[in-house]
């Protein structure tokens, strides 16, 4: 009877074979939970410090061109009040 029932729910049957491949695919005998959220918050944790060093690096950058481009404007203008 409880087979029968299944039979008009197919999602409810996918869902219970996927759970079941979860289980087996992360079980303690393959690759724990605990372990699998630890890996992945390690590459997200290592995928945002690249980013803020990449962030950072355009920042330096940009200071610098700032800072060249302000001692030139200075130069002009002193050019200027010279003459």
Do not use: G
């Not at 992360?26 to 290592?46: D, I, K, N, V």
């Not at 995928?47 to 404007?73: A, C, F, G, P, V």
């Amino acid at each position: 009877m409880a087979r029968d029932r299944l039979a008009f729910v197919p999602c409810q049957k996918l869902e219970n074979n996927m759970r079941y491949y979860w289980e087996v695919l992360f079980s303690t005998e393959y690759f724990p939970y605990w372990e699998f959220t630890m890996l992945m918050m390690l590459a997200l944790q290592l995928s945002q410090l690249w980013r803020l060093h990449r962030i950072e690096n355009k920042l330096d950058e940009y200071q610098t061109m700032y800072h060249e481009l302000l001692e030139e404007i200075e130069n002009i203008m002193d050019k200027f009040d010279n003459e």
